[in-house]
């Protein structure tokens, strides 16, 4: 089943050619910018391509929102003050979402965390919550919570009859960009309304940010800024500011990249300052699976340390002797509606029972998986969330099953024969098919046969070589010592 998604990207890379579109700005920031991934998303659900990417916050539980223990509360204070922000060399910008480590005794950025363990070079940590609330216990070290800083701000420009004037004219300007992107895509555009409380609110927390990130940069006074998701509203006003400081600023790969992933596809030159100047990547192959924007001097590949540390750990599975084969469906938010379908109908058409099924929810899909997804209710389908790591789910499988995502390469990682559903995002595996890392199939019933006919197949380790480099660790601290010492950075853009 082909889809239209690579198709909308291309649309949307050759619109963004009208240099017209990126002198709509606020306070010089490029505002088109902040609207072309999340109003992709909104494209494609308006058109039944995919759904939300993130599952929807709104839609779940009011006790997900809620803190478990006053001890959270108290630990939010503690971070909050801004009081306490020190000149530093590095200013850093985690993931919201978090693992718990034993070695920390909390909770911590598994991207950045075990990286910024190996450098001596002080730091300041900014922080955001993740479904509504902090992490307890937070075992980061100089954290700073970002909402104490930027929500004030934020109430304020609601109360701002300029800014609500300049919000107004940008919304109105992104309801004209969503309809002549989907007129040329030849799609539904998507709702107005929904376009405009996007829009409004994107405007908003920017111009926040664009407050705030002055301030933070006036008091640390950093040589690098650190980010793990370079196009989110706060790191992109991040980059603009530091990058027009002369600042270099680094993304740390944190998940897949690949074709139909629009933050790391971009054509239009120069590239704009909200881009940032870095990006450090889990392998050197990375940047050919997407129209990446950085010139390889500028994208180094430097490992990622705790899939590294989980891998070494539990190295490729040792097959134990089991009567059923299993296997792993790794879910996202935006395809997990179809992507559970698809492991129900499988569960069906495995009708002598030769395979155990589990099915693994992403971080940002409902924890009521019974209401979102009611077909996943068989007995023959194990459905796990946060609470098991999905590294303990390698290692306990023989096969994995998804459309797009980091998760899989992972697997490859850990020995795991890959097979892509027919899904809406699902030819952006196609390099990875290519190169004999996957393997696709057209249904249920055909992954059923499949799995019959290739027992024991596990990926190509010489493809798998250059996803993951050795040492990242080292790589780190080799690049923040070249930032930090003055040493010249190759610079893009701008």
């Known amino acids: 089943m082909e889809t239209p998604v690579r198709d909308i990207i291309e649309a ?3 619109f963004e050619k009208d240099p017209a579109i990126w002198e709509e700005n606020m306070r010089g920031m490029p505002f088109w910018h902040f609207l072309r991934y999340e109003l992709l998303a909104l494209i494609l659900d308006a058109n039944g391509v995919q759904g939300n990417r993130h599952g929807g916050w709104r839609a779940r539980p009011l006790s997900d929102w809620l803190p478990p223990s006053p001890a959270r509360l108290a630990a939010t204070l503690r971070h909050g003050p801004f009081a306490r922000l020190q000149r530093s060399d590095l200013l850093v910008f985690n993931h919201p979402r978090h693992i718990f480590s034993a070695q920390h005794g909390g909770w911590i950025c598994p991207y950045s965390g075990f990286l910024l363990d190996e450098v001596d070079h002080s ?9 509504g609330q902090h992490y307890h216990p937070n075992a980061t070290c100089d954290v700073r919570y970002l909402e104490w800083l930027s929500r004030p701000r934020l109430l304020r420009g609601f109360l701002s009859v300029g800014t609500a004037r300049l919000v107004n004219t940008l919304a109105a300007a992104a309801v004209a960009w969503s309809r002549s992107l989907a ?3 030849a799609l539904k555009p998507p709702d107005a309304d929904r376009v405009v409380r996007f829009a409004k609110g994107t405007a908003r927390r920017a111009l926040a940010y664009y407050e705030t990130h002055n301030r933070l940069l006036d008091c640390v006074q950093p040589r690098l800024v650190l980010q793990v998701v370079h196009y989110v509203p706060r790191n992109l006003v991040m980059s603009h500011l530091a990058r027009a400081r002369g600042l270099p600023v680094a993304e740390l790969q944190h998940g897949w990249i690949g074709q139909t992933h629009l933050a790391y596809a971009m054509r239009r030159r120069p590239l704009p300052l909200t881009l940032p100047s870095h990006v450090l990547l889990f392998g050197k192959a990375w940047r ?3 129209d990446f924007p950085w010139p390889d001097s ?3 590949a430097i490992g990622a340390a705790w899939f590294n540390r989980n891998r070494r750990a539990g190295g490729a599975k040792a097959r134990k002797a089991q009567d059923k084969r299993v296997i792993l469906f790794v879910s996202q938010g935006s395809i997990g509606a179809s992507l559970s379908r698809f492991a129900a109908e499988f569960a069906r058409h495995d009708r002598d ?3 155990s099924v589990i099915y693994k929810l992403h971080g940002g899909e409902p924890s009521n998986w019974r209401q979102a997804y009611p077909w996943l209710a068989d007995g023959r389908i194990r459905v796990v969330g946060a609470e098991t790591p999905i590294y303990d789910l390698f290692r306990e499988s023989d096969v994995q099953v998804g459309v797009y995502s980091t998760a899989l390469f992972e697997g490859m990682g850990f020995g795991l024969g890959t097979y892509v559903a027919p899904i809406a995002g699902h030819e952006a595996m196609q390099p990875a098919i290519r190169r004999g890392l996957a393997r696709a199939v057209s249904s249920a ?9 290739d027992a024991g197949w596990q990926p190509d380790d010489a493809a798998l070589a250059g996803l993951w ?3 990242p660790e080292g790589h780190f601290r080799a690049f923040v010592a070249q930032c930090c010492e003055g040493v010249a950075t190759p610079e893009v853009g701008g």
């Not at 730091?123 to 479904?131: C, G, L």
């Not at 019933?445 to 006919?453: A, T």
Request: glycine share 2%; hydrophobic share 45%.
């Open 123 to 131: 730091r300041q940590v900014i922080e955001t919550p993740f479904a």
């Open 298 to 300: 500028s994208a180094p």
């Open 288 to 290: 050919e699976y997407a």
């Open 12 to 14: 949307i890379l050759e």
């Open 469 to 471: 480099a050795d040492d």
């Open 445 to 453: 019933d055909d992954l059923v046969r499949q799995l019959r006919q």
């Open 353 to 355: 029972g030769q395979f």
């Open 183 to 185: 007129a040329a895509a």
